[in-house]
Nanobody, 125 residues
Framework: QVHLVESGGGLVQAGGSLRLSCAASERTSTISIMAWFRQAPGKEREFVASIRGSISLTAYASSVKGRFTISRDNTKNTVYLQMNSLKPEDTAVYYC??????????????????WGQGTQVTVSS
């Protein structure tokens, strides 16, 4: 069982920045994918960004591309989400997800076996 612990959420004004962190309880393999999803009130959980293995292959939702950057530190088993130019529509609970041996699309929540508890991000206008 892998445990994921997120941190870094909070309240920020529009145009501001936040950095989320997600630490995994065990070493992540080179083929694994770590990702961020988010869920706003009354909406379905949606893909934000993912990063795969040692080659750091990244993918982003179109709504965050150019503003958010995902990265990982394999020595610390940690993935980060740097969020810049935040907008009120980015307000949501952000979840870290981990797929040790991914068998589906990176953007599908069904691909991921482990989830963090979520961290609230609120962007005021």
């Amino acid at each position: 069982q892998v445990h994921l612990v997120e941190s870094g959420g909070g309240l920020v004004q529009a145009g501001g920045s936040l950095r989320l962190s997600c630490a995994a309880s065990e070493r992540t393999s080179t083929i694994s994918i770590m990702a961020w999803f988010r869920q706003a009130p009354g909406k379905e959980r949606e893909f934000v960004a993912s990063i795969r293995g040692s080659i750091s292959l990244t993918a982003y939702a179109s709504s965050v591309k150019g503003r958010f950057t995902i990265s990982r530190d394999n020595t610390k088993n940690t993935v980060y989400l740097q969020m810049n130019s935040l907008k009120p529509e980015d307000t949501a609970v952000y979840y870290c997800a981990f797929a040790p041996t991914p068998k589906g699309p990176y953007s599908s929540s069904n691909t991921y076996d482990y989830w963090g508890q979520g961290t609230q991000v609120t962007v005021s206008s």
